[in-house]
């Protein structure tokens, strides 16, 4: 391996690592040895790639928020292309793909919904921008729509209603251990912006 292909390599380990180990312990009780005894990587290392525990973590919430919105994203692009499909149904679909991935990541899901509201402010902005990010992905399945909302002011702020919701309810779930019931949340919730819509309409 190339000297790069290992810093990548190590690095990617350390991530891993920190987010298994804040899983497992919570962000407060994990401390830099912790990383470094699961990822196999030095202290010396550790410290080449990251100032501290804050900013190792954030760089895991990075990585991990990043692959969340490409797989929104393509969510996304897949209702789009299909001009047949009601904006409710594009709604369903994306909250489908957003609750299965975390259902199947429940210490990803823990780490990145839960405890990154002890990780400090800067840990809590990003875990802002990510909801931000989720807005707009949910406001785009029904832009274009005039019959329900007539503006994307409009639109957009039934999107951060509805995330909001959404964000409540899946935070819950998580932080009491049951993450393999975030599925069911997926009808209650498309019927919660049903009302939110027709209301708005």
């Known amino acids: 391996m190339s000297r790069d292909e290992v810093t990548r390599s190590q690095r990617e380990r350390l991530l891993q690592a920190m987010t298994a180990a804040v899983a497992e312990k ?7 040895a912790d990383v470094v005894t699961r990822s196999g990587v030095s202290r010396a290392t550790f ?4 100032r501290d525990k804050e900013d190792c973590f954030q760089a895991a919430y990075e990585a991990n928020a990043a692959l ?10 897949y209702v789009q292309a299909d001009r047949e499909r009601a904006p409710l ?21 823990r780490v990145f919904l839960v405890e990154v509201y002890a990780a400090g402010p800067v840990a809590i902005q990003r875990r802002r921008d990510s909801l ?32 909001g919701a959404v964000s409540s309810m899946v935070t819950n779930l ?28």
């Open 26 to 32: 919570g962000f407060a009780n994990t401390v830099v």
């Open 132 to 163: 931000d990010q989720f807005v707009d992905i949910v406001a785009a399945t029904h832009e274009g729509e005039t019959g329900l909302l007539g503006t994307a002011k409009e639109q957009r702020f039934a999107a951060e209603f509805i995330v």
């Open 89 to 109: 149904e594009k709604l369903d679909h994306v909250l489908g793909v957003y609750l299965t991935a975390l259902a199947a990541a429940p210490d990803l899901a």
């Open 68 to 77: 969340m919105a490409e797989l929104m994203d393509a969510g996304l692009r």
């Open 174 to 201: 998580i932080g009491v251990g049951e993450t393999a019931r975030l599925p069911e949340l997926r009808e209650p919730l498309v019927e919660l912006a049903r009302e939110v819509l027709s209301r708005a309409g």
């Open 47 to 50: 410290y080449q790639q990251f």
